[in-house]
């Protein structure tokens, strides 16, 4: 609420999300690419500094891979859904002194209006979101599978796959799906014998959970709340295990993805106490704080 300019409706604006325009690969190595990229795009975690620690991701100014007319970040926008990429606010590289908002573009658009080559054969792309990660938000160095994950998932979005609904609600379920999938992929990299990447993965499923946590706000709230922490520290467990190269984690993953459901249910079963209800939403808008 605090990245959009105070007249937005609050219903559309936070309780809606684009709907993604994602096309899935047949092949499976090149899926599991995409879900990688897909987990990545979604976590501040592969952002270092400024950006990682006020929450800031790929998707906070891609919605579900398009773009944000409603992004306004004091000292980066300058309209709504204009973002300086070259801002030292974000970069201890890339600060250019000069205050230059560009308006975010739609990755979901026709690849003939977007400026970066996305051709496999030049890698451009690749490098293009390299310099975003490590300079623009100051990132550590990702890991190879990650970098390669999020250059296919960019190349898996596009209007071809839109589907009709040009928005959906948000819920309980489609932040859990979300996470599901991230540990899907994680489960794939360990197979691949990629640690790091399935670590991050991990840190995707845990943003996840942790916007749900943000939502299920208020003293009444707090048994669900309690939940949520437990199945996040679940996985800060695992990302320790993983580190520690145990040999359970898959099984262990496995288990929090089945169990994962009933916590879905229990949840969606409060969720007309928390923010995901467009009623309470408008209520907690209205009592928003200036500035
Ligand atoms: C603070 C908002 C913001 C964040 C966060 C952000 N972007 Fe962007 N992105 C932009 C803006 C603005 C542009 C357009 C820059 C320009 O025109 O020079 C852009 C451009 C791009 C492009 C090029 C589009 C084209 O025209 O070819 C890609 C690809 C992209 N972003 C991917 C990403 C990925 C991947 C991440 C996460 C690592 C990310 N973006 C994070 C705002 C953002």
């Given at each position: 609420?605090?990245w959009a300019p105070?007249?937005?409706?609050?219903?559309?604006?936070?309780?809606?999300?684009?709907?993604?325009?994602?096309?899935?690969?047949?092949?499976?190595?090149?899926?599991?690419?995409?879900?990688?990229?897909?987990?990545?795009?979604?976590?501040?975690?592969?952002?270092?500094?400024?950006?990682?620690?006020?929450?800031?991701?790929?998707?906070?100014c891609?919605?579900?891979?398009?773009?944000n007319?409603t992004f306004l970040f004091p000292g980066v926008s300058g309209a709504p859904g204009t973002a300086d990429?070259?801002d030292?606010?974000?970069?201890?590289?890339?600060?250019?002194?000069?205050?230059?908002p560009k308006?975010i573009?739609?990755?979901?658009?026709?690849?003939?209006?977007?400026?970066?080559?996305?051709?496999?054969?030049?890698?451009?792309?690749?490098?293009?979101?390299?310099?975003?990660?490590?300079?623009?938000?100051?990132?550590?160095?990702?890991?190879?599978?990650?970098?390669?994950?999020?250059?296919?998932?960019?190349?898996?979005?596009?209007?071809?796959?839109?589907?009709?609904?040009?928005?959906?609600?948000?819920?309980?379920?489609?932040?859990?799906?979300?996470?599901?999938?991230?540990?899907?992929?994680?489960?794939?990299?360990?197979?691949?014998?990629?640690?790091?990447?399935?670590?991050?993965?991990?840190?995707?499923?845990?943003?996840?959970?942790?916007?749900?946590?943000?939502?299920?706000?208020?003293?009444?709230?707090?048994?669900?709340?309690?939940?949520?922490?437990?199945?996040?520290?679940?996985?800060?467990?695992?990302?320790?295990?993983?580190?520690?190269?145990?040999?359970?984690?898959?099984?262990?993953?496995?288990?929090?993805?089945?169990?994962?459901?009933?916590?879905?249910?229990?949840?969606?079963?409060?969720?007309?106490?928390?923010?995901?209800?467009?009623?309470?939403?408008?209520?907690?808008?209205?009592?928003?704080?200036?500035?």
């Amino acid at each position: 609420m605090r990245w959009a300019p105070r007249d937005v409706d609050p219903v559309a604006t936070f309780a809606h999300v684009p709907t993604e325009c994602l096309a899935l690969p047949a092949d499976p190595a090149r899926r599991l690419s995409v879900e990688v990229g897909r987990a990545a795009f979604r976590t501040p975690v592969l952002l270092g500094g400024q950006a990682a620690r006020a929450g800031v991701n790929c998707e906070t100014c891609h919605k579900a891979g398009r773009s944000n007319p409603t992004f306004l970040f004091p000292g980066v926008s300058g309209a709504p859904g204009t973002a300086d990429v070259t801002d030292s606010l974000f970069s201890t590289h890339r600060g250019d002194g000069i205050d230059n908002p560009k308006p975010i573009p739609d990755l979901s658009g026709p690849k003939t209006r977007l400026k970066v080559d996305q051709s496999r054969a030049n890698s451009r792309l690749e490098y293009f979101i390299h310099g975003l990660v490590t300079e623009e938000f100051d990132g550590p160095e990702p890991p190879k599978a990650v970098l390669a994950g999020l250059a296919d998932y960019v190349r898996a979005l596009s209007p071809a796959a839109c589907p009709k609904a040009a928005t959906e609600p948000l819920s309980v379920a489609y932040f859990l799906t979300d996470a599901r999938r991230a540990i899907a992929a994680a489960n794939g990299e360990l197979a691949a014998g990629d640690g790091p990447a399935a670590v991050l993965m991990l840190a995707s499923a845990r943003t996840r959970l942790g916007l749900i946590d943000e939502r299920f706000a208020g003293p009444a709230l707090s048994p669900s709340r309690q939940q949520i922490r437990a199945a996040d520290r679940r996985l800060a467990d695992l990302q320790d295990a993983i580190r520690a190269h145990r040999p359970d984690v898959t099984a262990r993953l496995d288990g929090w993805l089945s169990d994962s459901r009933r916590l879905e249910a229990q949840l969606s079963a409060k969720a007309a106490a928390s923010l995901f209800n467009p009623a309470r939403l408008t209520q907690a808008a209205r009592r928003r704080l200036p500035g």
